[in-house]
């Protein structure tokens, strides 16, 4: 196991996790490892508030505790990173019964929402081995593109060049109200807050394709 800096000074084991996980952007990079990131591009894409100077120190620094080990280009949670799962799932349940309200304007990124979205999309049941999903946002003057090609998903900032399954339509806080589980996607089609084009053989499995936020559970629970 990792070697034990002072931090708080205390000896006691919740003084002791906080000295390995409780300094900002931590447990947002363990978070982010759990569901699945392991390069260190795609962790940097996933906390663009977080310097890459910042973000190669704290990956050295859960390195240097156990929490994490780098084989080549990867990084992967040890047997003590992972078991800090229930952990950041905890805090998940509790912020969203206490704490997540309306959005702040800051907080509503719609490059970040499609990178997070483009993480959960399985289009696994559909026929073929290559789908786009075109999403278009009413108050962002991007588009983004989400590319699976033999199951990899990737996010396209132009035309990826390949036929459309799908396009979803919305406002940045509407797409993120449904990803994160606050409005049910058949409640926001019927508003029309979020639209969807598409052959029926898609649109009507949409909710399969596109996976919600591991923390939508939590947000649904208190809606």
Sequence with gaps: MGTHDPGAGQYCPISRTLDVVGERWTLLIVRDMIVGATRFSDLARGLPGLS??????????????????????????????????PLVFGLAEWGARYQFGDPEPEELDAQLLV?????RVDTSGLPGE????????????????????????????????????????????????????????????????????????????????????PVAPFVAAMA
Excluded at 143 to 148: A, E, K, Q, S, T
């Design 52 to 85: 890459r100077t910042l973000l190669a120190k704290r990956l050295r620094h859960l390195e240097r505790h156990g929490v994490l080990e780098r084989h080549g280009q990867h990084y992967v949670l040890t047997a003590a990173g992972r078991a800090l799962e």
């Design 115 to 119: 990178w997070w979205m483009h993480t």
């Design 130 to 213: 290559r789908h786009v999903l075109h999403l278009r946002f009413a108050d962002d003057a991007r588009r983004f593109w989400i590319l699976v090609d033999h199951g990899v998903p990737s996010v396209c900032m132009s035309d990826p060049g390949f036929p459309v399954d799908v396009t979803i339509s919305s406002d940045v806080s509407s797409l993120y109200a449904v990803w994160l589980g606050r409005v049910p996607l058949p409640v926001a089609l019927r508003a029309g807050s979020v639209l969807v084009e598409g052959p029926t053989t898609v649109t009507r499995r949409l909710d399969e394709v596109l996976r919600l936020s």
